[in-house]
């Protein structure tokens, strides 16, 4: 099932819209979640996570130890419908600092351990 994981987002509304259209599930993560696996959230794996379209997961992690970047997973998302989430983000100038791909090497990262990766990787670019 396609999905998108956002974190630290603060208004996914026009995320969300875009994902209905497509028939994508949205997940909105916080705190709670940074130090489990990509993987856990995904399937659901958290206790906090439930089956509806989209899904709010209470803080349990001190607001100081979070990044400030937000984050966009994109989740099995077909190449059609990954390539038009980007378009429609880009052309309506949703700001998103960190974008990623679930992907058989990240799955059973953190979503800290990917943060961490995605700030490498972008400091290698500038």
């Known amino acids: 099932m396609e999905k998108l994981i956002c974190f630290q987002i603060e208004n996914t509304r026009e995320i ?14 916080d705190a709670s979640i940074y130090n489990e696996t990509l993987d856990n959230i995904v399937n659901g794996k958290i206790s906090s996570v439930n089956s509806t379209s989209s899904s709010s997961i209470s803080p ?3 607001d100081n130890q979070l990044p400030s970047d937000s984050i ?4 099995d998302l077909s190449e059609k419908h990954l390539n038009r ?3 429609e983000l880009k052309s309506r100038k ?17 979503l800290r351990q990917l943060h961490d990766e995605l700030k490498r990787e972008r400091a290698s670019f500038t």
């Open 72 to 75: 966009l997973i994109f989740c």
């Open 85 to 87: 989430m980007l378009f």
């Open 94 to 110: 949703v700001q998103i600092d960190l974008k990623a791909i679930f992907t058989p090497t990240n799955r059973k990262w953190t």
């Open 16 to 29: 969300e819209r875009l994902a209905s259209n497509m028939k994508i599930r949205v997940i909105k993560a």
């Open 60 to 62: 349990l992690v001190a």
